[in-house]
Each structure stands twice: as C-alpha cells, then as structure tokens.
C-alpha cells in the first residue's frame, strides 16, 4: 500500500470534504454534537486504520490505533486546538502520524512480552491452600503493584476490557497497555506464589 504525501492511502482523496464542510464539521464536534462524532469516525476512521497497517502490518495495532487517533482527534477539537477548522483532513493524518511514530518508537524500547498462558501456570499455589486463603493471596500481592499496572490488571481481568480500551481510558497506547499487563501479571503470581510457601 503506498501513500500520498499527506498520509492518506492511495486511491484516497485527502480532503474528503470542502474546507467549508471540514469547519462545519470540526465545530459541530466542538459544540459536543454526537452525530458530528459519527460523521468524523465514519468519514476517517478506515483511512487511518489503512495508513497505520501500511506501516506495521498487524490489523487489531491498526485498529486499536486508529481508535486512539479518533479519540485524540475528538478531544483536541473539543479543545479548541485546532486552529485551522478548515483543515481538518490534515489534522486527522498529522494527529494519526504521530500516533503512529509514537507508538513505533515506544514498541522499539519494550521488552519481550510473556505470553499469559505460561504466567498463569505461575500462578498455582500449593494444594494445601483453599480459595479463601488463594483470594487473600491475590489481594496481598495486588497490593504492591503500582496503582496503574493494578487497575489495567483490573480492567482486563474483571472488566474484560481490551487493551485499546483500556489505553483509550488511561491515555496509553495499547502496546504499552499489553506490556504493563504482562509484567503486573507475572509480578503478581510471582509473588503469591512467594506468599503461599509462608
């Protein structure tokens, strides 16, 4: 997939709408009208996902980053950030631009992430302990993580959130989302399993 100069996938005029239709439509969203939210995703929300997986090649990275333009892109016209309404186009793929890069270079500086299946086997205390001994367990260790890593514990193991969700609440990327998660999770049953031997 090649892209045009400004970001948008090829075949894909960059400016979907007049610059009078983008600055209507960019103070509809300011003024907090849900129809304009709608329009603005409907409008963008593909040609981004499109931009994103031409550089990473992981559809559910490319969906979840497109969300996280979209929901950026809503915030920062909510903001009154934009200067400019009539460029709104260009504010889309700039915000998914950076988006983007932010999350190429955070990616780079991550560790390998555990899968959950093998962090889970961890997990298992002795025999000799009855689920409300396990439970108290799993609340002592909870207890010395980082607020942050607990609640994305939270959220996904209790809330069944996703993890472009859970970023989508907590201003993170989901990669970054999946990375805390795993190392809060292997923490976690380390220590309850320190915990069961006393």
């Known amino acids: 997939m090649t892209l045009q100069p400004g970001g948008a996938p090829a075949g894909v005029s960059r400016t979907l709408l007049t610059p009078q239709q983008q600055r209507s439509l960019a103070e509809r969203i300011r003024g907090h009208e849900p129809s304009a939210e709608e329009e603005l995703v409907s409008l963008f929300s593909d040609r981004v996902r499109f931009m994103v997986l031409a550089r990473t090649r992981d559809p559910e990275v490319a969906r979840d980053l497109a969300q ?96 472009g969700q859970i970023g989508a609440q907590l201003g993170m990327t989901s990669e970054v989302v999946r990375a805390r998660k795993s190392r809060a999770l292997k923490k976690t049953m380390e220590r309850v399993k320190r915990l069961s031997r006393r």
Do not use: W
């Open 68 to 163: 996280d333009v979209m929901l950026a892109v809503v915030r920062a016209l909510r903001g009154e950030q934009l200067r400019e309404p009539e460029h709104l186009a260009g504010f889309v793929y700039g915000t998914a631009r950076n988006v983007l890069n932010n999350y190429l270079r955070t990616r780079s500086r991550l560790p390998k992430e555990d899968p959950i299946d093998d962090a889970l086997n961890l997990a298992q205390p002795p025999a000799r302990v009855d689920d409300s001994e396990r439970m108290g367990l799993v609340r002592r260790a909870l207890a010395f993580l980082d607020s942050t890593d607990r609640r994305i514990l939270l959220l996904t193991l209790v809330e069944g959130l996703k993890p």
